[in-house]
């Protein structure tokens, strides 16, 4: 024997009914029980129009839809003629004793708990009535059942003030079981609604039809209970919070109970009570994908899984109430006038938490109990906070409350420490903990606005088998930007099958416009897409709206070279967000700046990484802390570290002047618009200083020895061009200092140096057996010497700048990320 539960979503409308008939027809066994909760949202509805009865509101329309909605499925679902009519006059009988009832409710303008528990009885008695009617004339046989007939409870009403009546579980058990001893046939039994003593109609409370599903099943010993719903199954964590929770084969009792008490929509935890003392199983079933095989609580339904959690959840609008003071150590049972005072508001307790030196007591509660317990604690302790032995009493409002949830953590060391370090690297702030002495869950206290960033932080922790998620924020979508883009779009398929990391980009900017989107935005239509939605760009209101939106593993990436974005880093990097850029504008201001960023990074637990400031691509700047934190000392860095200056020494020759290569760099577009910021040695002392620092060396820019390679008398000229044509004067100079190389079988480098705290940029002439001679085109070189490759240095060569190779390296920077956050 089955007994299945249908909720009201379910069967809101006929093709749902439909659906629900087939489920119930492939069960053979003639002895299953339904039970029905009524129609999609009608209890509501029945609450909605006694209110209006109450206010004097014409509400005959209202009952008429609701009337009309009734028939409306008994039309789709019965084909008959004759049967349909039979059963439309019933349902219409039902209103038509509904509308009596209002008419005395409006008339008297009061309705009491009792009359509004009748008045909601109508929803079930309708839909199981409608339902067995429907399969009967379906031809499967069955036999409509009144719950009422057979759960018997006390005198107490009010399910719309969330009070269920007590049921008599000896009465009721024998009551059903003589009812089953006649009745072999299907039965289709009424949700929610009982009977009292007196022969009153009460019901088992909102929601309460999983709990007549519950007394049946344990009345009859029934093989298991179903309990059919919207979902695949139990969920790690609520699908409209997490991207990719997934279905649970099992849980115990306790944990489908402690999950839901922290929020999930599981199961009432008193729905679960008598089938657990008689050991039933509850499966939890999709009736929208009856194929889905759901999610089965029984009693070691906790070990069936390696995950040392079954759920990640929240409980909203929480506050935190405190009571504090010097007296509260003095002060015998502050605790239980506490909890006394706030049982009297009728104010449910949902964590607690006391610190050993007895100061401070706080509890947390429904945000909506706030004030009313406030007043009422500052009531009870008015002597001892007049006296100053208590201070009185605070409130914090706007917080949640987080848990994990499961049987695994008993055994398993570290879970909080897990649970703890993860938030903290995502920088959500916790206000308070507390763990179940049951050791089935822990919570955490934390903001509201902190609530998806919290859940999805510590749903990606525990479930590591699940895909992680970093979330991007891009500026600038020149060259550099549009490329990584494309190889985001080119690799994501890859990297969220072999390496279970998904990339979304929330949000873009570029010169004119920004745009975000929580859902993400196609790495295909972004161009069109900022185009057409985009507002208007704005840095400020950029990074702002980054950083409300709150994303777990959100990372700025800057492909600018702009000065602006980087005064924004340090707030950033503050707000846990990491940083990816190839703009080395940031590393190459003042040491303090450069340190700041570094040090603020590491104490968020996020990453600022910037490999392409130097070498583009090249993995320069990781090979120099691999080395030093391999315990390596560097003793000497020597490197080409502009592709530009490289192109053209590496051109220049007795046929090609020096003015013409430069020229020519600048029309083939290796140099800057004005060839003179690479002439000028700047951008290659800035690199040197970027690999000084990260070596150790405190060096400033201005601690560096530039060579100019811009003549004095070029240096002023304003115009581009006419700067070009001067450039012209000094072909005879640079000749003169290539020939000397080349007498001397050598050739003209600009390199930087950097050695004893020392850095130089300069032309330098090398022989043949120089690792710099060979060096090609716009290719760069460095030369690294340490204690360990001291003889020998370690030598890093190839292409140092172009939007591929750079795009590659800022891309490689963020799977970096992707690695760590995992
Ligand atoms: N129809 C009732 C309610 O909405 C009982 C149930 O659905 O379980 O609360
Ligand atoms: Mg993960």
Known sequence: MKVLKFGGSSIADATRIQR???????????????????????????????????????????????????????????????????????????????????????????????????????????????????????????????????????????????????????????????????????????????????????????????????????????????????????????????NQPFVLKSVSYEEAMELSHFGANVIHPSTMTPVMEKNIPIWIKNSFNKNAIGTVIKRDGGKDTQDVIKGVTAIPKIALLQLKGNGMMGIPGSSKRLFDALAQAQVNVILITQASSQHTLCVAINQANAVEAKRLVDEEFRLEIKSKEIDPITITNDLCIVAIVGEGMRSAVGTSGKMFSALGKNGVNIIAIAQGSSELNISAVVTEQDKYKAINVLHDAFFISQTTTLHLFLIGVGLIGKTLIQMIQKQLPTLQEKHLLDIKILGISRTQKMYFSEAGISTQKHESILEEKGEKANLAKFVKTMKDMNYSNSVLIDCTSNEEVISYYEEILQHNISIVTPNKKANSSTYKSYRTLKTTAQQRGVKFLYETNVGAGLPIISTINDLLNSGDTIVKIEAVLSGTLNYIFSHFSAQNKFSEVVLEAKQKGFTEPDPRDDLNGMDVARKIVILAREVGATLEMKDIDVQNLVPEDCRKIKDIEAFMLKLQTHNAHFETLRKKAEDKGEKLRFAAHFENNKAKVSLVSVPASHPFYNLNGSDNIISITSQRYLKQPLVIKGPGAGADVTAAGVFADIIRIGNYVK
């Open 20 to 242: 629900v008939i087939d489920i119930i027809n492939t069960y053979k066994n003639k002895e299953t029980s339904v039970v029905v909760s009524a129609f999609g949202g009608v209890t509501d509805e029945l609450i909605a129009i006694v209110k209006m009865a109450l206010m004097n509101v014409d509400y005959a329309k209202r009952v008429q839809e609701l009337e009309q909605r009734h028939l409306k499925i008994l039309t789709a679902l019965i084909s008959n003629k004759k049967e349909l009519e039979q059963i439309a006059q019933t349902v219409k009988t039902l209103f038509s004793e509904m509308v009596n009832l209002l008419k005395g409710i409006s008339l008297v303008k009061e309705c009491s708990d009792k009359t509004l528990d009748y008045m909601m009885s109508f929803g079930e008695r309708l839909s199981a009535m409608m339902i067995s009617q429907t399969l009967l004339s379906q031809k499967t046989d069955c036999v409509f059942v009144d719950a009422r007939q057979v759960i018997k409870t006390d005198n107490v009403f009010g399910a719309a003030r969330g009070i269920g009546a007590k049921v008599d579980l000896e009465k009721t058990t024998t009551l059903i079981k003589n009812f089953y001893a006649k009745n072999k046939k299907l039965k289709i039994i009424t949700g929610f609604i009982a009977e009292s003593d007196k022969g009153h109609t009460t019901t088992l409370g909102r929601n309460g039809s999983d709990y007549t599903a519950s007394i049946f099943a344990a009345a009859i010993d029934a093989k298991q209970l179903e309990i059919w719903k919207e979902v695949d199954g139990v969920l790690t964590a609520d699908p409209r919070m997490v």
